[in-house]
C-alpha cells in the first residue's frame, strides 16, 4: 500500500505539469493541420457513420436495440471505446516513447501514462457533449441514472491509470507486449457490446465476456445514458470489477517503482 500511496502522490504533487504537458500533446499533434483539433471530432464521427452504416443499416436493418434508436445506443458505447482504446495502447507505450526525455527532466515516470490519459480526456469530453446534443435531437432523456455518470467516469480514469501503470512498465521492458496489446485491443471492440447487444447471449458467454473490466465500464455509460440500471444493482460485478483494477494498480505500483530506474537500460 505504501507503494500505491507513492505513486498517487507522484500524480497528485505534478498535477499541474501533467495538465500542461497534456495540453502541449494536444496542440503538437494537429499543429501541421489545417482544421487543428477538428480532428478530435472528425476522427471519430467518420468512424461512428462507418459502424452505424455497417452494423445498423448493413446488418440490423435499423432495428433499434431495447426500444432505443441504434445510431443513439451505439454511440454511447463508442465515445467511451474511443477514449479507452487509444488511452491503453499510448499509455502502454508511453514510457519507452519518452523515458529518454524523463532523464533529462526531473519529474517521475509514472506520470506519462497519467499525462496519455488526461491528453486523449479532451477529446472524450467533447465527444460526451457531442452525446448530449444528439440525444436532444432523439428526445431521449437519460432521467435520473444521469446522476451515476460521475462514478463511471471516475470508474474510468482510475481503471486507465491502473492498467497502464502496469502496461507500461511491462511495454518499456518487453517490447514484445506492446505488439500483443495491440492485436488484444483489435479484437476487444468486437468483444464487448460496443456494435451488438449481449443480453440475448447464452448466459455462460456473456459471463465470459464480462470478466473483462472494459465490458464493466461500456455498460456503465449505457446504464447511465439510457437509463438501464444503478451500478449498484449488480453489486457483485461492481466488486469484481473494483478487485480487478486494484489488482492492477497494486502490481504496476509494485513492478514500476522496482524497474524506473532501469528504463534507460531498456532502450
Known amino acids: 500500500m505504501n507503494l500505491i500511496r507513492r505513486i498517487l502522490k507522484e500524480q497528485s504533487s505534478n498535477f499541474h505539469l501533467i495538465i500542461r504537458l497534456a ?14 483539433i477538428v480532428w478530435q ?38 465515445i467511451p471505446w474511443f477514449f479507452i482504446s487509444p488511452s491503453i495502447l499510448q499509455g502502454a507505450n508511453s514510457v519507452y516513447s519518452r523515458v529518454s526525455l524523463v532523464s533529462k527532466m526531473k519529474f517521475p515516470v509514472s506520470v ?66 506492446q505488439l500483443v496489446l495491440q492485436s488484444v485491443m483489435r479484437m476487444m471492440v468486437y468483444l464487448l457490446p460496443i456494435l451488438w447487444d449481449t443480453s440475448n447471449l447464452p448466459h455462460i458467454f456473456k459471463t465470459i465476456l464480462e470478466l473483462n473490466p472494459i465490458y464493466y465500464l461500456i455498460e456503465g455509460f449505457r446504464y447511465s445514458f439510457l437509463g438501464y440500471g444503478w451500478f449498484y444493482e449488480d453489486w457483485l460485478y461492481t466488486l469484481y470489477f ?5 489488482v492492477f494498480l497494486l502490481v504496476g505500483s509494485v513492478l514500476h517503482m522496482k524497474f524506473k530506474h532501469k528504463f534507460i537500460d531498456y532502450l
Open 112 to 177: 506519462l501514462p497519467t499525462i496519455t490519459i488526461i491528453s486523449n480526456a479532451f477529446q472524450f469530453l467533447i465527444m460526451l457533449a457531442v452525446l448530449g446534443v444528439i440525444f436532444v435531437v432523439y428526445g431521449i432523456n437519460p432521467g435520473w441514472n444521469l446522476l451515476q455518470l460521475p462514478y463511471y467516469l471516475f470508474a474510468t480514469f482510475t481503471f486507465l491509470f491502473a492498467f497502464t501503470l502496469l502496461a507500461s512498465t511491462i511495454s518499456a521492458v518487453i517490447r514484445d507486449f
Open 23 to 36: 495540453l502541449y500533446d494536444v496542440r503538437s499533434k494537429y499543429q501541421m493541420h489545417y482544421l487543428g
Open 41 to 78: 471530432v472528425l476522427n471519430p464521427a467518420t468512424q461512428v457513420l462507418l459502424y452505424w452504416l455497417v452494423f445498423g443499416l448493413g446488418i440490423r436493418g435499423g432495428e433499434p436495440v431495447n426500444g432505443v434508436p441504434f445510431f443513439a445506443w451505439l454511440i454511447v458505447g463508442l
Open 242 to 246: 473494483w478487485g480487478i483494477t486494484g
